[in-house]
T-cell receptor, first 111, second 110 residues
Framework: SQTIHQWPATLVQPVGSPLSLECTVEGTSNPNLYWYRQAAGRGLQLLFY??????ISSEVPQNLSASRPQDRQFILSSKKLLLSDSGFYLCAWNRVGTEAFFGQGTRLTVV | SQQGEEDPQALSIQEGENATMNCSYK?????LQWYRQNSGRGLVHLILIRSNEREKHSGRLRVTLDTSKKSSSLLITASRAADTASYFC??????????WGAGTKLIIKP
């Protein structure tokens, strides 16, 4: 069966520090991969999506970047965090036209 | 971008009552999906309805889709305390993205 792992669950980082959030998928190949951010009590904002290794599409200009070094690995990064980067980050995968499967999320607090 | 819109934004009902949430969207779709999110957790898929379907059932869930009005509704019958969560609709358009609504926060009072 397919599973998705996202870590860490919570993270407190100082302003200006780097960020690396990792997401891995098991049990499937060539998934579409997504990074979302969710503000408290709000919907999902798509940050990046990827349809294949090295293929990254960005939805909003921001302080973040994403990479897909392997088929089932998706990494969200920042060189220097801003206070506004705080939020709940969700990784997800799916195939076109089917349901999406989400990781448990990472609560990032930039202080 | 957020093209789906759920209403109401929040809904509070007594346990045992039915809960109805609505979703509207703007562009043509291939399918529409509903998800549930418990506080501080990831989203869990509930049901997918294709554009050529009008109604779909799954346990206590009933989803309807009206493509002429570009709207969908999610009905939860005989609500339970465990149904307390936020509910989101998502549409799958012509590209790889899922377009999400802002969600309905459902509270079931014991």
């Amino acid at each position: 069966s397919q599973t998705i792992h996202q870590w860490p669950a919570t993270l407190v980082q100082p302003v200006g520090s780097p960020l690396s959030l990792e997401c891995t998928v098991e049990g499937t190949s060539n998934p579409n991969l997504y990074w979302y951010r969710q503000a408290a009590g709000r919907g999902l904002q798509l940050l990046f999506y990827s349809v294949g290794i090295g293929q990254i599409s960005s939805e909003v200009p921001q302080n973040l970047s994403a990479s897909r070094p392997q088929d089932r690995q998706f990494i969200l990064s920042s060189k220097k965090l801003l206070l506004s980067d705080s939020g709940f980050y969700l990784c997800a995968w799916n195939r076109v036209g089917t349901e999406a499967f989400f990781g448990q999320g990472t609560r990032l607090t930039v202080v | 971008s957020q093209q789906g819109e759920e209403d109401p934004q929040a809904l509070s009902i007594q346990e045992g009552e039915n809960a109805t949430m609505n979703c509207s969207y703007k562009t043509s779709i291939n399918n529409l999906q509903w998800y549930r999110q418990n506080s501080g957790r990831g989203l869990v898929h509930l049901i997918l309805i294709r554009s050529n379907e009008r109604e779909k059932h799954s346990g206590r869930l009933r989803v309807t889709l009206d493509t002429s009005k570009k709207s969908s509704s999610l009905l939860i019958t005989a609500s339970r305390a465990a149904d307390t969560a936020s509910y989101f609709c998502a549409t799958d358009g012509s590209n790889y993205q899922l377009i999400w609504g802002a969600g309905t926060k459902l509270i079931i009072k014991p």
